[in-house]
């Protein structure tokens, strides 16, 4: 074992963080690799987070992963931003650098990419894509979603501007449009990606099943070790040839972030089965 002095401390904060699985996944990440860290979560009070996180920068910490609902903050606080979070407007994964500088990554992105494309073979290259939202956790994924280059990329929510304005912001990144969900009768897609909050009333996005063709594959950002969510329940019941969680992209922007931290990729993939059993 390291001596204490030379273990790395790093912490997810959020609010509320206790279901957090992020100590579990870092730290499995950390026996893996053998890397000499520890990982906690942390509840921050609404409205105390950047005092927050000077506390834990003072008291040593070398990085802090963040959650909702202070990803906009955390893109504030920084110093430096990666390309990608800039272009997100949110950070979840903070390093502290030895000049007291704050470097802001977004991983969130590459977490979804992974998981669709290395770990479910999901293709999205020339594919009809529909991502369902218009919020924080939408426009976190559209830049690494757009680089793959799918035929087209259709974002539908439920305030319908929002999505517009987020087509228009991307545009440059690929081909985007935006529709209402009323807008959807009539239109099948390869892939549909649910990226609202709706399940957290264990709701389901207005969206008829018509979106589905044969061979259509379902995601939902959102991710329940216990069972399926309400959108993978709801793709299911209406035949969607396949239906995930987003648990593998939660593992997947952690390996990210931790790879960012240490210059170690963990293997995610045993990560993934030992959650899920
Ligand atoms: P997040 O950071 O999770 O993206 P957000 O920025 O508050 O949170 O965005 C929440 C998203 O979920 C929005 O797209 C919201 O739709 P509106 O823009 O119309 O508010 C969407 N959402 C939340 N509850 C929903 C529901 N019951 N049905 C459909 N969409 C819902």
């Known amino acids: ?27 499995s990440f950390a026996a893996q690799t053998g890397e000499a860290l520890s990982y906690r979560a942390i509840e921050l009070p609404l409205g105390g987070f950047a005092p927050g996180i000077r ?23 920084c110093d430096s931003l990666s390309a990608r979070a800039e272009r997100a407007g949110a950070v979840n994964t ?4 030895t000049d007291g500088g704050i470097a802001g990554d977004n991983t969130d992105g590459l977490g979804l990419t992974r998981d669709l494309r290395d770990n479910l073979g999901i293709e999205i290259k020339q594919r009809e ?8 956790a939408v426009r976190g994924v559209l830049d690494p979603l757009l680089a793959l280059s799918p035929a087209r990329l259709t974002i539908a929510n439920r305030t319908p501007a929002k ?32 990226g609202t909050a709706a399940g957290l009333e264990h709701a389901v996005p207005a969206i008829p099943a018509s979106v589905m063709h044969q061979q259509t594959v379902c995601y939902d950002m959102m991710y329940n070790v216990e069972g399926a969510t309400a959108f993978v329940g709801w793709a299911r019941d209406r035949g969607a040839a ?21 210059g170690v990729k963990p293997d995610s993939a045993t990560v993934i089965q030992s959650l899920r059993a």
């Open 1 to 27: 074992m390291a001596p204490a002095e030379q273990v790395a401390h790093y912490a997810v904060v959020g609010n509320p963080i206790t279901h957090s699985l992020s100590p579990q996944i870092h730290n």
């Open 55 to 77: 506390d834990l920068q003072n008291r040593g910490f070398a990085g802090v992963n963040v959650t909702v609902p202070f990803k906009g903050e955390a893109r504030n606080l």
């Open 94 to 97: 903070l390093s502290f650098e």
């Open 129 to 136: 894509i529909l991502l369902l939202g218009a919020g924080g």
């Open 163 to 194: 999505a517009s304005q987020l087509a228009r912001d991307f545009a440059d990144c690929g081909n985007t449009e935006a529709l209402a969900f009323e807008a959807l009768d009539g239109r099948e897609f390869d892939l549909v990606i649910n």
């Open 242 to 262: 396949r239906a995930f969680d987003g648990l593998g992209m939660l593992v997947e922007q952690a390996a990210a972030a931790f790879e960012i931290w240490r």
